[in-house]
């Protein structure tokens, strides 16, 4: 007899609230950071979805965009940290106007983005939380949740699930595993007015959320996260032995351009910082499910790598000059 | 009696040999400025198609994440100006072994990407070449042709053929109302060590081209394509009185996007080059499709600055350091 994993309480209601309803596509809608960590669940769906279209939507793009496949058969999983960032709040109610069902995370309960939504997900932040219940956690237990219920993917669900409850352990270990490498980092590059990111696949969003919102967003450093395949039409031609390149090597399907960058650019940069997932240990995750999990822990150590820098270069993560302070 | 415009012979062939069969969804598969010149598509077919779902990948992307949508009811619509573009060659066989039909744009009949295609069209490149017969345009055609024949869009798709009949006129006259602004920008821009571009909606893909093909690839610039929703969260911190950033405003329905952008980098950047479709004059097109024709128009335009950027540099456009030089 095998024990079944369930998901958290929160996202295990709303899948038993959706049984029985029609979901055509599902649209993943939020901003910046809260976006970038929608990019694994795209993803997961391209690669296992067999019934549901999908599609990401910056906020704001999304409403005036207006797709016309947004409708009654639509589920709708928006994100917001504070629960007030206004484009994803008015895409709840856009959502909704068009008969869509929506789902919106959040840390804040009560927030405004919460006031609308069909369903809230309430998820854990911060030093003392657990990474079960983390915003990435409930994303993969939502949509490989959805799999289950729409189209009987419980193997796979279990393995994610059981996968997932170890997450937290695996943080800690490679976070302390990393934490010479994260220092050296922070020595060598803290000087850097440019530093590229580098990823495809499941691991795109993590370069893209750390080019953004770590380097641009809070270190004031120039960035640009280079999708691994499009960096051989065009992007390369900018590498030389002066130009910084973080590349993430993950354990998707997608592997093979990553390295492929990382070949390159060994050959013609001098500035590399890569970041393997092949040298995390991932020994409690299911072999199948650890090309999904890989994203979150690259994404772990590479907050870790943030914190470095900016003890390094006296400049805190909080630091913002526009962002909350002046209007826009 | 109304005259009926038939698409250019080529795509024609291509839509009435489609005339019955199923499709499900359309997938765009290219890479680089290849892939950049289909954005404008996907969003056409957010916008207008209600039978249709699309997508878009980096053509390595593709056929390593092997998106399950994948299939016998698939349209997959491929670009590569030479047809030599390795990734792009393979995702054909790789697209027609799933049983999808394909489409492949190229400027050279008889290359490697036409061997396995269903279906070749051959567009026109180059100084001589009338705009009706660019990779744009076949676009446009092929796609709004499709939503006629499987929508009944036919009136919408009379007045883009219309429009898209106009272009060259349009191209000429703008190019020679932007001379001297061209001008200007590559004496004042010609020593910037990094250039953003920003742009939303229909425009994103031109912005996109301009930073990854002209900037980085071209001019060795270092540049990212910022999506103008994207920008209020994360990059706009790097805005300062010495960071340029070319800001494109197009007529689409996420003009607001593009119209906030610039607000706030008026405020707090100095460095700004706008290039806004309004300045168009578009009258020869039809009120209800100009915000389609806009994309093309602000991309003509943007190759007269990367001319004259080039020249004020003394680096060719041609110029290239790795691309076709070395093994990658």
Redesign the interface.
């Known amino acids: 007899m095998t024990t079944q994993l369930t998901a958290n309480e929160q996202v295990q209601d709303v899948l038993e609230a959706l049984q029985g309803k029609a979901i055509k596509?599902v649209l993943f809608v939020a901003?910046?950071?809260?976006?970038a960590l929608m990019y694994p669940s795209k993803?997961l769906l391209?690669?296992?979805?067999?019934t549901i279209?999908s599609?990401l939507y910056?906020?704001?793009?999304f409403i005036?965009?207006?797709?016309?496949?947004l409708g009654k058969d639509s589920l709708v999983i928006l994100c917001s940290m504070e629960g007030k960032?206004p484009?994803t709040v008015k895409a709840v109610s856009f959502a909704k106007s068009k008969g869509a069902t929506t789902v919106a995370l959040t840390h804040k309960l009560g927030s405004p983005l919460t006031a609308d939504a069909d369903f809230v997900l309430r998820y854990d932040w911060g030093k003392e939380s657990n990474a079960i219940n983390s915003n990435y956690s409930f994303m993969y237990q939502l949509v490989m949740g959805l799999l289950s219920v729409y189209e009987g993917k419980n193997e796979d669900y279990q393995k994610l699930l059981s996968g997932l409850d170890q997450l937290q352990t695996i943080y800690d270990r490679t976070r302390e595993q990393f934490k010479e490498k994260a220092e050296q980092f922070s020595k060598e590059y803290k000087d850097e007015?440019?530093i590229y990111t580098v990823a495809?696949?499941v691991n795109y969003g993590i370069a893209y959320s750390f080019?953004?919102?770590i380097l641009?967003?809070?270190q004031?450093i120039?960035?640009?996260a280079i999708?691994a395949?499009?960096y051989?039409?065009?992007?390369?031609?900018?590498i030389d032995k002066n130009v910084p390149f973080l590349i993430l090597l993950g354990l998707d399907?997608?592997r093979?351009?990553e390295e492929?960058a990382l070949k390159?650019s060994s050959e013609?940069g001098e500035k590399l910082v890569v970041l393997d997932a092949k040298d995390f240990d991932l020994n409690e995750i299911d072999e199948t499910v650890k090309k999904y999990i890989a994203p979150l822990v690259l994404n772990d150590v590479l907050r870790l790598y943030a914190e470095k820098l900016a003890d390094e270069r006296n400049h805190p993560l909080s630091t913002?000059?526009?962002?909350w302070k002046?209007d826009?």
């Open positions: 596509n901003c910046g950071g809260s976006s993803y391209d690669r296992e979805a067999e279209e599609d910056s906020s704001n793009e005036h965009r207006n797709p016309v496949k960032t484009e007015k440019v495809s696949g080019a953004i919102c641009m967003e809070m004031w120039h960035s640009h999708h395949g499009e051989f039409h065009g992007p390369f031609e900018i399907e997608t093979p351009l492929r390159f013609y913002r000059r526009y962002m002046v826009y």
